[in-house]
């Protein structure tokens, strides 16, 4: 053992084949993230421990009296703020929308082996704090600064490799006024609770949740685009398990989605809804990090056909899911209900999943068996 | 179809042969449901949506204003309360720690499906509200009530039952001060969640968590045992099907546990723990449903041998869990870290797995993988 290295306890992605459960490891992740149960859909402003969380290595211990972000790099004046430095910039507060990239991971076939998802993982809060531009303004960006790379305190071993959670984004977008993201210190109006940064995070309106670093201590200014394992590694659009032949896209903005609260009531361990005859309101939310959602169809026969839901329109929080309504009358047998969402793009959700290696963005869309019965 | 009812999507209780992976159907309530992050061990009273949580069927839409508790069945005094009528009683505040009569069920093999907990179905909290012997001597019992059964307003299908969850205490227990059993409105010094039965539930202290009912709409007094399905066909203790043969043993208090933060950092896939070699502060929670934990010892290789573990004591919250630590001195290679707690009873945790049909109440050590390694 004395050649021992943390690599022994991380082995490579790999693939479930089709058929194969979910295994320990992924229910151990399961079991301690979690998702929105789906009937939470109805608050526009997730609850506390409803939103979903992921967490890659542990939740650290955080004392925001002693917690420092420092700012450096191709800076004109480093920086090490505290709390109280952080609050005396002018505060705004954005309603963001958040999903896992991963969200949709385990309804593929086969089955990325991680964080095994189903479509529960969003939610959706008011994050108040410090744009992130007011703060490099304060820093002096250098001219040759290509990217703000943001350094968590979580730490741990993924894929043989030892490291601090750390992400990067590009200028001058991270910075502009725009964008919208944030040095966020607050949630919902409280301080974060730990498991979602406390007691600082990152906040980038639009992009999936590896983009939002946690427990965020160090950003760091670099003349180069940052190729760290969760940016050059993990979280890429690849279809060869080569790397080095397929470097993959970059994992950035949502893509579109809608969710329906499920009708009626659920069986206990199948979860299959059952209502009663006669007119159903279906509701839900809808969003694309792209933009607005411009429609949101629903089936009630596995999307062979499609009828239009009453949409509420995106303002005034255009970085947050927008409601969507409409009746289906429920004749007694089973049923597939069935939603998308298409943003202002013209984006939509597909019919058939969206297969890669990471199980990344797999916007497909949402199915819900119903069985509708006779009131007893 | 015109047969069809509720029972076409409620499968009887299923038992998974050894080696079969969860399925679609635990999976689902995995991603709803969710277990304390083990680190989050360090905190006395877990802070929010870090406390486990296992909703059976979905979280009702509750309103707090029209809520109403009824107290009704064999009493002087029918009563329908709104929450300003119960606040109106003097009020006290217990630190609880809950577990779900499940945790464990996931590493029992063969498994019974189910919600798959691993061992993270805890939590401590602070519950306020009105002691229920107040309430129920507002009502005045009359001498023929045995049990009182408490209604909550989560409505669903199990096991081929439609029902709201309920579940019975009995007399003159549930009423007795020295019970500490409540009727809460707030956790934590807020409104309750919505995950934890805004705007009412019920706290047993020292019960596992089926008895806690949720969202409580009603109370009602009986002259006979309650025989509902949650009391008579679920949370039994029963180790064969035939469910008229072995009407089998309540779940009811909760077994003795010792759990441990684990040490070092985690690979994101594995979650196996990395730490580098010399002292390494061990540390956790242990508790019992029947009083004091008396002793927590620790083993480094697996159960073999073990050392007792420094342990706080139990006052000033006799019903919450109890801190422990002690140092354990690593060198490189591969352990495997057990803890277990003993009570004043002198009740503690088996080496092998305790068995049952409804995977209930295992209180198998804690078995917690460690690498060695030199530090980088």
């Given at each position: 053992?004395?050649?021992?290295?943390?690599?022994?306890?991380?082995?490579?992605?790999?693939?479930?084949?089709a058929g194969e459960g979910i295994g320990q490891e992924e229910l151990a992740l399961a079991a301690r993230?979690?998702?929105?149960p789906l009937e939470a859909l109805r608050y526009e402003v997730t609850p506390p421990g409803l939103h979903y969380v992921l967490v890659h290595y542990d939740i650290p211990a955080a004392d925001a009296d002693g917690w420092r972000l420092t700012v450096g790099g191709?800076?004109?004046?480093?920086?090490?703020?505290d709390l109280d430095a952080l609050r005396?910039?002018?505060a705004v507060t954005h309603?963001?929308?958040m999903e896992c990239a991963g969200n949709g991971r385990a309804l593929l076939s086969p089955r990325p082996v991680s964080q095994p998802w189903l479509v529960e993982a969003v939610g959706t809060a008011d994050w108040t704090g410090v744009p992130l531009g007011l703060v490099l303004d304060r820093a002096g960006v250098r001219p040759d600064a290509v990217e703000a790379?943001?350094?968590?305190?979580d730490h741990g071993v993924e894929r043989g490799v030892e490291q601090d959670y750390r992400r990067s984004l590009p200028l001058p977008y991270a910075a502009a006024d725009g964008s919208g993201v944030l040095i966020a210190y607050a949630m919902n109006g409280l301080p974060l609770p730990p498991q979602h940064g406390y007691p600082l995070r990152l906040v980038v309106p639009g992009w999936y949740g590896m983009a939002h670093v946690k427990w965020l201590r160090e950003i760091t200014l670099v003349d180069a685009p940052f190729t760290g394992f969760q940016q050059s590694a993990a979280y890429r659009f690849r279809w060869?398990?080569?790397?080095?032949?397929?470097?993959?896209?970059?994992?950035?903005?949502?893509?579109?989605?809608a969710l329906m609260a499920p009708p009626g009531f659920p069986d206990f361990m199948s979860r299959t809804r059952v209502v009663h005859p006669g007119p159903v309101r279906l509701r839900g939310r809808a969003w694309s990090g792209h933009g607005a959602v411009a429609q949101v169809e629903v089936s009630a026969d596995d999307g062979l056909t499609w009828a239009r839901a009453?949409?509420?329109a995106p303002d005034p929080h255009p970085w947050a899911w927008q409601a969507w309504s409409c009746v289906w009358t429920a004749v007694p047998g089973r049923h597939t209900l069935t939603v998308r969402a298409t943003d202002a793009g013209g984006r939509t959700q597909p019919l058939e999943q969206p297969w890669n290696l990471g199980g990344f963005g797999n916007n497909l869309v949402q199915r819900v068996p119903v069985l509708c019965v006779a009131a007893p």
């Open positions: 053992m004395d050649q021992a290295s943390a690599r022994d306890v991380s082995a490579p992605a790999r693939i479930a084949p993230n979690h998702g929105l191709r800076v004109d004046t480093p920086l090490s703020l005396a910039f002018p309603r963001v929308t790379v943001f350094t968590g305190a060869s398990a080569d790397e080095s032949n397929d470097p993959g896209e970059p994992v950035t903005r949502i893509a579109p989605r009453e949409l509420a």
